[in-house]
Nanobody, 121 residues
Framework: QVQLVESGGGLVQTGDSLTLSCAASGPSSFSRLAVAWFRQAPGKEQEFVTKTTRSGLTTTYAESGKERFTVSRENAKNTVYLRMNSLKPEDTAVYYC?????????????WGRGTQVTVSS
C-alpha cells in the first residue's frame, strides 16, 4: 500500500508563489508510480491540475495552470513537487496528490488527504 502526504499549502496573496510537496511511502518503488495533482474548490467538483509520468519525462497541465504551474519529481526522495507562481484567488482549493502504477490511468489508485491553498485578493 502506498501512502501519499501533501504539504506546503497555506495562505498567500495574489501574485505570490507556493510549492506543494507530495511525499510517498510504502512498498512500491516511487519511480514506478505516475503522479498527478488535482484540486477541489468549495462548492465545485474536483479538477485536474497536472500530471507526470513515471519517468518524469512527460508532463501535462490543465489550461488553468499552464505557464504558471510546474510539476517535478525527485524519485530519490519519493517526492513530487508542484510549483505554483502568480497565484490567483481562483486557485484557492484543497490540492490532492494522486498516484498510480500506470502512466495514464482512468482513475488514480492512491490518494493523499490534501493540503489547503488559500489565495487572498
Amino acid at each position: 500500500q502506498v501512502q501519499l502526504v501533501e504539504s506546503g499549502g497555506g495562505l498567500v496573496q495574489t501574485g505570490d508563489s507556493l510549492t506543494l510537496s507530495c511525499a510517498a511511502s510504502g512498498p512500491s518503488s516511487f519511480s514506478r508510480l505516475a503522479v498527478a495533482w488535482f484540486r477541489q474548490a468549495p462548492g465545485k467538483e474536483q479538477e485536474f491540475v497536472t500530471k507526470t509520468t513515471r519517468s518524469g519525462l512527460t508532463t501535462t497541465y490543465a489550461e488553468s495552470g499552464k505557464e504558471r504551474f510546474t510539476v517535478s519529481r525527485e524519485n530519490a526522495k519519493n517526492t513530487v513537487y508542484l510549483r505554483m507562481n502568480s497565484l490567483k484567488p481562483e486557485d484557492t482549493a484543497v490540492y490532492y496528490c494522486a498516484a498510480d502504477p500506470n502512466d495514464y490511468p482512468t482513475v488514480y489508485y492512491y490518494w493523499g488527504r490534501g493540503t489547503q491553498v488559500t489565495v487572498s485578493s
